[in-house]
């Protein structure tokens, strides 16, 4: 183990072969951009408001326990897995629960009370490109596009807000047309698949 004093970030593994690499395929919210922060806090509320309707014995604090549970274990995949989750959930508990699609919409309308401001902010100048992007974020893709490295982002966001957030944090640049999302089809896309087209098309 070894730290790097300039950046306190802790190398676990120094004796892992570096160099040679081609391609980086990042994730966006979190990883990147600080858009979405707390989206957390916005799905489990409603997530629990939902299973409290049906009629369920269980608590606030039952529910938002078991909720936050499955919203963190699917986190990285597309939005819609974790509105499957929360129909099923809803069955579970005798109810009859709307389409996956339609809790995923009233999750972003919610959501977007939060991100509109962001981006209007980001539009206007109240804030800076740097506040809503990880710190270093910029310098590390410097870093990583000067040495030659060809670099993808994939989000389990929908694509279209995903491609119109890069754009606002001036990381375009960086990502060109290598930029994908969720779609209202989901099985069309996925990490994984990313990854395989990535290795296909470098082979």
Known sequence: MNTDSTTEIEILRPDFPRGHFRAALFD???????????WQGVMIPMMVDILAETGTDESREQLEEHVEEFVMRLNGKQTIYQMI?????????GATAREPLDYKNQYHDLLWQQVEGRIAGLETGQYTRDEMTVP??????????????????ASGTDEKYVVDEVRHLGLDKYFGERVYGALDDYKKFSKAMIVQKIIADMA
């Open 28 to 38: 966006f919210d979190g990883t990147l951009s600080l858009i979405r922060r707390n």
């Open 85 to 93: 989750q929360l129909a099923e959930e809803v069955t579970n508990r």
């Open 136 to 153: 270093e974020a910029h310098r590390l893709l410097d870093r990583l596009q000067a040495a030659g490295i060809e670099l993808f982002l």
